[in-house]
C-alpha cells in the first residue's frame, strides 16, 4: 500500500493525550494548526509584540472546526445519526460540514435575519436542514436545549463539553509557537465558549509545556450585546458583529471564571471600533477577517488610546473567522467607489489622480 504524507492530521491526533475522554475517534478535516503571525503596525501603536492567530484559516473559515471535529467524533462514537446546532452562522457552517463528511444528518436552527451570507451559504452548500427562527440566536439556543432533551439528536453547541476541549488546542499552539504563554489575549466573547475554552488550555498545558505563566484573558463583546460587562441579560442586542449579536451567553459563568482567575477584563467595543480595527487589520496588516474578530483587535486599540502601558508585552490577539464570512461588510464600509472605466491605457491614466506609475 502507498503511504501518503497527508498533512490533514487535525486536534484529535495530534493532541490525543490532552483531550478527554481518550477514546474518541481520530476523525480529521485538517483543523488546527493554524498560523500566528506578527501584526507589525499594531506592535507600533502599543509597543507590545503583537501577535494574530488566524483562526479563520480553519477548514470551514472559523475557530468552530477545532471544538466541532470533537464533538462530531463524540456524536460518532455514540452512534448518533443527527446533529443540530443554534448559530450566528459559523457553528451551523462548522457542523453541516463536518455532518456531510461523515454522514449526520444536520439541523441547524438560525436567527431569521442577520446571519452572514458566507455563513448560511456554507450550510446550504453541505446540505444541512436550515431552519431559521423568528427570533433571536438565545431563542434559537433555547430550542435547541429543548430538542437536545425530546429528540434523539446530538447537541453541537458549546454547551457540548467536548467543543470547550476541542478549542482549548489553540491556546496549545501558541505556546508551542511563542515557547511560552504570551501576556494577554484578546479575544471577542459572543456565547463566551471560546474564551472558556482558551483558559482552559492555558492553564492545563502549563504542566505539559515549556510555559511558565498563563496570560490576561482580555474578552471583548459588542457595546449593544454586552450581557456580562453590564451583568444583565440583554432581550434584543444589536451589533454589526453579527457572531457576537448575543445577550445570554451560554458561557456566561466560563467568561467569568477565566477573567478573575486570569486578572483580565471583560469589556466592550462600539460598532464603529469594530469596524475601524477590522479596516486596520485588512489595510495595514493584510489580514482580512469579520467584524467579529476585529473586536479583539479593537478592545487593544481602545485600551491603548485609554492609556493602558502594553509596553513590551507579547500579546496575542485572536483573529476568529476569515473575512468572507461576511462580504456585504465591504461593500458598505470600504469607502471605495468601484469606477467604471473603457479598457483604454488613455482612460486608465486619466483617472489617476497621482502619477503613481512614474
Ligand atoms: N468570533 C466569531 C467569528 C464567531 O462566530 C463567534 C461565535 C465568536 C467570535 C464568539 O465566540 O461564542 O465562543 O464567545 N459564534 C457562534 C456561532 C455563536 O453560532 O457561530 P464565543
Redesign the pocket.
Known amino acids: 500500500m502507498t503511504t501518503y504524507n497527508l498533512n490533514s492530521f487535525g486536534i484529535l491526533k495530534k493532541y490525543k493525550n490532552f483531550l478527554e475522554p481518550k477514546d474518541l475517534p481520530l476523525i480529521s478535516m485538517g483543523e488546527g494548526n493554524t498560523p500566528l503571525i506578527e501584526a507589525p503596525q499594531l506592535a507600533s501603536i502599543t509597543k507590545a509584540n503583537v501577535y494574530l492567530k488566524l483562526e479563520g484559516c480553519n477548514p470551514t473559515g472559523?475557530?468552530?472546526d477545532r471544538g466541532m471535529v470533537v464533538a462530531i467524533s463524540g456524536a460518532i462514537k455514540e452512534n448518533k445519526g443527527h446533529i443540530i446546532?443554534?448559530?450566528?452562522?459559523?457553528?451551523?457552517a462548522s457542523a453541516s460540514a463536518y455532518g456531510a463528511r461523515y454522514g449526520l444528518q444536520t439541523i441547524v436552527i438560525v436567527p431569521e435575519s442577520n446571519i452572514a451570507k458566507g455563513?448560511l451559504s456554507q450550510a446550504l452548500a453541505y446540505g444541512a436542514r436550515v431552519f431559521a427562527i423568528r427570533g433571536n440566536?438565545d431563542n434559537a439556543l433555547d430550542l435547541v436545549k429543548e430538542a437536545g432533551e425530546q429528540l434523539n439528536v446530538e447537541i453541537v453547541?458549546?454547551i457540548n463539553p467536548l467543543r470547550i476541549e476541542g478549542?482549548k488546542t489553540a491556546a496549545f499552539e501558541i505556546i508551542e509557537n511563542l515557547g511560552n504563554s504570551p501576556d494577554m489575549v484578546f479575544i471577542?466573547?459572543?456565547?463566551?465558549?471560546?474564551?472558556?475554552?482558551y483558559w482552559k488550555g492555558f492553564k492545563e498545558y502549563l504542566n505539559f509545556s515549556k510555559s511558565t505563566k498563563t496570560p490576561n484573558m482580555m474578552g471583548f463583546q459588542a457595546e449593544g450585546s454586552s450581557p456580562i460587562v453590564n451583568n444583565k441579560i440583554v432581550e434584543s442586542p444589536e451589533t454589526i458583529a453579527t457572531?457576537?449579536k448575543?445577550g445570554n451567553?451560554a458561557?456566561w459563568e466560563g467568561?467569568l471564571n477565566a477573567k478573575k482567575e486570569s486578572e483580565g477584563i471583560i469589556d466592550s467595543v462600539s460598532d464603529q471600533d469594530i469596524i475601524d480595527g477590522y479596516l486596520f487589520l485588512a489595510r495595514k496588516e493584510g489580514v482580512f477577517c469579520?467584524p467579529?474578530?476585529a473586536?479583539s483587535v479593537a478592545g487593544l486599540i481602545k485600551l491603548s488610546k485609554n492609556g493602558f502601558n502594553f509596553s513590551g508585552k507579547d500579546i496575542v490577539c485572536v483573529i476568529?473567522?476569515n473575512g468572507l464570512?461576511d462580504p456585504d461588510i465591504p461593500l458598505k464600509y470600504s469607502g471605495i467607489d468601484i469606477e467604471v472605466i473603457n479598457p483604454n491605457i488613455g482612460e486608465l491614466n486619466k483617472k489617476m489622480e497621482k502619477n503613481e506609475f512614474t
Open positions: 472559523s475557530f468552530k446546532c443554534a448559530s450566528t452562522g459559523n457553528t451551523s455563513k440566536f453547541n458549546s478549542q471577542p466573547v459572543g456565547n463566551a465558549g471560546n474564551i472558556t475554552s457572531a457576537i448575543i451567553p458561557s467568561a469579520e467579529a474578530s473586536a476568529t473567522g464570512k
